[in-house]
């Protein structure tokens, strides 16, 4: 879920402008700005400092030393100074080195606060220097918080476990009759669940760890906490934590991250708006329930991996987390080192961010950075596309490469509302859609419009443990990591090598289940189905056929290919993030081929779900695109009148 997840803060240069907001009685929060966007629906983000990345082989990249000395060398020229005189009648400002991240690179911090030119101005005299790669604002980024909240009624106990009657994202999506409401003659059919309960006859979590980066956990009745001391609270600043000093500490509890207090108006030096302000949000409690939430013990509710252990690691407090704290989270909790944070003793397997903001992922940004090296640790990273009803690419981390980002649908098997879109989704699963048939323009919000999990009852600090319903994909997220979780564990049970994060990839993917109505705008290659692809990590059939595809190469020709009328033979091509020109094609024989082509998974045999499709006379057919988007091709070739005998196919593609 989205929070007024910062909208596309644009990070060229000339587009970042900066609204000064500074009370000197806010001595801890001055030294947060707002950065205008220029998106309606989220006009401001906020940003500490700079973080400046080095390149590779530069002495400022392996030296502290030297990236110091850099810093007030490179406001020190004569062309600088007479550029900051000239242009803001000021000498430039005094850079400040706060730290090295485990990225290797450094988060500054101007000595003073700075206009919207100014800061355009200091960012690229920082990027002009040869030895710099990379510099970006240090965004605060917000958990993707719910677009809508249920509670059971007062009086009313959750529905007992393992009859958790309102959790229809856990149940089978087959169309059964859903009774989740309290008039139980109203029904809904269930187009959107993920199937979970049949998944755990393979795996049901067990030895898997999965690292929520959120706003940390409370103790619940339903959740298993004991690697919550464990779990590390990265925000560095006590403003933004909740605690009384700077710097980061042991555990992963959330301290609250509410912002009705007025030392958080921007208006005051603080980090949020107006309409931003809110309780306590227990979104990290959210989440981790809907990953592992106790099964079978006759309380409350069921997680989708329930003997899996939440890693916690807080993040995100008041106003959010900034940048350069998650990418120290996200390295730490994958098993990499952070100076001065102790190891972490329990490396995750699969890490949930449930959380983002405006402005895509650049490679060479910290995020992206620290993404990949997890990745290359073998951890799988699942994110939320979005709550914006926008182009996932325009978000960070949604677009970072390599991450599982993921849509949200409702129990309809629709795209929910709100939920983003684009080439860089994965798949879709459970975020919910609020209101009757996931259909806003009813008005009516019911149980089956909800994602069911644990919650807590406290507006500031913990409170009471309770249930409630959350939707957007916030929520979509977890149930993918729990699936990841549920996955491996199958693999390790069946005395198989645990998959690595391209192979998780293309399990989820290859089994999900087909949208029910296909989507007009796309989220993915499917609903996310645990049964199948739980199955298919255990070594049995489950999804498609995608895994007996014949590997396609660059410039290969396959030739003397034959089918009978009806029968189909499969391919599979794939196409970095660098090309150009895709084109595939068939060619010579004799006979009627009809040839269909989709992303990420297979083709049906009618190619009613192809992304293109060429059925012209004969055995030439031909498919091409300029700008390819970077993902493996299913090639399906299906024999027409008489089927075909002796065709060639081939594919090719420029790279830059």
């Known amino acids: 879920m989205m929070n007024p997840m910062s909208k596309p803060l644009r990070r060229s240069l000339l587009a970042v402008s900066l609204a000064l907001a500074v009370s000197p009685a806010m001595a801890q929060?001055?030294?947060?700005?707002?950065?205008?966007?220029?998106?309606?629906?989220?006009?401001?983000?906020?940003?500490?400092?700079?973080?400046?990345?080095?390149?590779?082989?530069?002495?400022?990249?392996?030296?502290?030393?030297?990236?110091?000395?850099?810093?007030?060398?490179?406001?020190?020229?004569?062309?600088?100074?007479?550029?900051?005189?000239?242009?803001?009648?000021?000498?430039?400002?005094?850079?400040?080195?706060?730290?090295?991240?485990?990225?290797?690179?450094?988060?500054?911090?101007?000595?003073?606060?700075?206009?919207?030119?100014?800061?355009?101005?200091?960012m690229q005299t920082l990027k002009a220097d040869p030895s710099v790669a990379f510099v970006e604002p240090n965004l605060l980024m917000k958990p993707i918080r719910a677009t809508a909240k249920a509670v059971l009624p007062p009086g009313q106990t959750a529905p007992n476990d393992p009859n958790a009657v309102v959790q229809w994202h856990m149940r089978a999506a087959d169309g059964h009759a859903e009774h989740t409401e309290q008039d139980t003659s109203v029904s809904f059919p269930n187009w959107g669940g993920i199937n979970a309960i049949p998944a755990w006859q393979y795996g049901d979590g067990d030895g898997v760890v999965v690292a929520v980066i959120d706003t940390g956990i409370t103790a619940h009745p339903d959740l298993d906490t004991s690697?919550?001391?464990?779990?590390?609270?990265?925000?560095?600043?006590?403003?933004?934590?909740?605690?009384?000093?700077?710097?980061?500490?042991?555990?992963?509890?959330?301290?609250?991250?509410?912002?009705?207090?007025?030392?958080?108006?921007?208006?005051?030096?603080?980090?949020?708006?107006?309409?931003?302000?809110?309780?306590?949000?227990?979104?990290?409690?959210?989440?981790?329930?809907?990953?592992?939430?106790?099964?079978?013990?006759?309380?409350?509710?069921?997680?989708?991996?329930?003997?899996?252990k939440v890693l916690p690691v807080r993040a995100l407090?008041?106003?959010?987390?900034?940048?350069?704290?998650?990418?120290?989270?996200?390295?730490?909790?994958?098993?990499?080192?952070?100076?001065?944070?102790?190891?972490?003793?329990?490396?995750?397997?699969?890490?949930?961010?449930?959380?983002?903001?405006?402005?895509?992922?650049?490679?060479?940004?910290?995020t992206s950075q620290a993404i990949t090296a997890a990745i290359a640790r073998g951890t799988t990273v699942v994110v939320a596309a979005g709550n914006d009803n926008s182009d996932a690419s325009?978000?960070?981390?949604?677009?970072?490469?390599?991450?599982?980002?993921?849509?949200?649908?409702?129990?309809?098997?629709?795209?929910?509302?709100?939920?983003?879109?684009?080439?860089?989704?994965t798949l879709a699963a459970p975020g919910g859609g609020a209101y009757t048939n996931d259909d806003p323009s009813t008005g009516t919000t019911v149980r089956a419009g909800f994602v069911w999990s644990t919650l807590n009852l406290g507006a500031h600090e913990p409170g009471t443990p309770t249930y409630a319903g959350y939707t957007g994909t916030s929520m979509a997220s977890p149930h993918t990591a729990g699936v990841v979780a549920l996955i491996i564990s199958a693999a390790l049970n069946a005395g198989k090598p645990i998959p690595t994060p391209q192979q998780i990839r293309e399990i989820l993917t290859q089994t999900s289940n087909v949208f029910p109505i296909k989507p007009t705008l796309r989220i993915g290659a499917g609903i996310i189905d645990a049964g199948k692809a739980v199955a298919r990590a255990a070594g049995l059939a489950g999804g498609g056929d995608e895994a007996n595809a014949v590997?396609?190469?660059?410039?290969?020709?396959?030739?003397?290919?034959?089918?009978?009328?009806?029968?189909?033979?499969?391919?599979?091509?794939?196409?970095?993030?660098?090309?150009?020109?895709?084109?595939?094609?068939?060619?010579?024989?004799?006979?009627?081929?009809?040839?269909?082509?989709?992303?990420?998974?297979?083709?049906?045999?009618?190619?009613?779900?192809?992304?293109v499709s060429s059925v012209r006379a004969g055995t030439t057919q031909n498919m091409q695109t300029a700008l390819p988007v970077a993902d493996s091709y299913f090639i399906r070739l299906?024999?027409?009148?008489?089927?075909?005998?002796?065709?060639?196919?081939?594919?090719?593609?420029?790279t830059y």
């Not at 299906?638 to 090719?652: D, N, Q, R």
Request: glycine share 12%; hydrophobic share 35%; charged share 15%.
């Open 551 to 611: 590997l396609l190469a660059k410039g290969q020709v396959l030739s003397g290919q034959s089918a009978a009328q009806g029968a189909t033979q499969l391919f599979r091509l794939d196409v970095p993030a660098n090309a150009r020109n895709l084109q595939i094609r068939t060619l010579g024989g004799s006979g009627q081929v009809k040839m269909y082509v989709r992303a990420t998974r297979a083709p049906s045999a009618d190619g009613s779900d192809a992304d």
């Open 29 to 122: 929060a001055a030294r947060y700005s707002t950065l205008q966007t220029g998106v309606a629906s989220e006009p401001t983000a906020v940003y500490d400092g700079l973080i400046v990345t080095y390149r590779s082989g530069a002495a400022e990249r392996t030296s502290t030393a030297a990236a110091a000395t850099k810093l007030k060398s490179a406001m020190a020229t004569t062309a600088v100074r007479s550029q900051w005189n000239a242009q803001f009648r000021q000498a430039p400002p005094v850079l400040n080195r706060v730290r090295r991240l485990a990225t290797g690179a450094d988060l500054v911090r101007p000595a003073s606060k700075l206009s919207q030119e100014q800061l355009i101005s200091l």
């Open 317 to 366: 407090g008041h106003c959010g987390g900034t940048t350069a704290d998650i990418a120290d989270a996200i390295t730490w909790a994958s098993g990499g080192h952070v100076d001065g944070v102790p190891d972490n003793q329990h490396p995750a397997e699969v890490i949930n961010m449930s959380l983002g903001g405006y402005g895509s992922c650049a490679s060479d940004g910290v």
């Open 638 to 654: 299906v024999g027409g009148t008489g089927g075909y005998k002796s065709i060639s196919l081939t594919a090719t593609y420029s």
């Open 394 to 425: 325009a978000y960070s981390p949604a677009s970072c490469p390599g991450v599982i980002n993921v849509a949200a649908t409702g129990i309809t098997g629709k795209r929910a509302s709100y939920s983003n879109f684009g080439s860089t989704i």
């Open 227 to 308: 690697l919550a001391d464990a779990g590390y609270d990265f925000i560095t600043d006590g403003y933004i934590s909740g605690r009384a000093t700077d710097g980061r500490v042991p555990g992963g509890w959330d301290l609250g991250d509410w912002t009705t207090d007025d030392k958080f108006l921007v208006e005051n030096g603080g980090c949020a708006q107006s309409y931003e302000q809110s309780d306590s949000s227990w979104h990290g409690t959210h989440v981790a329930g809907t990953i592992s939430e106790l099964t079978n013990n006759s309380v409350g509710m069921i997680g989708v991996a329930p003997k899996a």
